[in-house]
């Protein structure tokens, strides 16, 4: 049997207001990030991640500690949640998760540009070559 357990933290970061959605699960936590232009109303949230759930990136899975897990009291949960409305910002394994899916996107991405170039340079090597036989080909 997995636990799943998630939580929505928005958040505004100058000069935008972003969502971070953590999920964890197995003890892995996974961080996915959605950046909201103007303040999102509740409907706005909660409608965007109904209709774009296929398409969120989540972050490598990051190993947990096992001392978050266990059954919580309700009230305590409730302490907890009201502690957190009252803090700004994002849990610093969450930070980690996404500034990992961030780096992981930014290589990925610098990967297919320098493919692409390569592609490109060759591409042109050989068309180079081409007209270079083809302007001796009578002789």
Known sequence: MCKVSSSLTIFFEDPFWVAVYERISDGKLE????????QP???KVYDYFLKNWH????SPPVELN???EGIINPKR???AINRQLS??????????????????NKLE???????RSEEEK????????????????GR
Do not use: W, Y
Not at 122 to 137: I, S, V
């Open 31 to 38: 961080v996915s990030g959605v950046v909201f232009g103007a």
């Open 41 to 43: 109303k509740d409907s």
């Open 55 to 58: 398409r969120l990136q989540f």
């Open 66 to 68: 096992r001392s978050q």
């Open 77 to 79: 949960m409730q302490r």
């Open 87 to 104: 803090q700004p910002g994002i849990g610093t394994k969450a930070q980690q998760a996404f500034k990992m899916q961030q780096e992981q």
């Open 109 to 115: 991405h610098n990967f297919l540009c320098r493919q």
């Open 122 to 137: 060759q591409r042109q090597f050989e068309l180079r070559q081409q007209k270079r036989r083809e302007k001796h080909k």
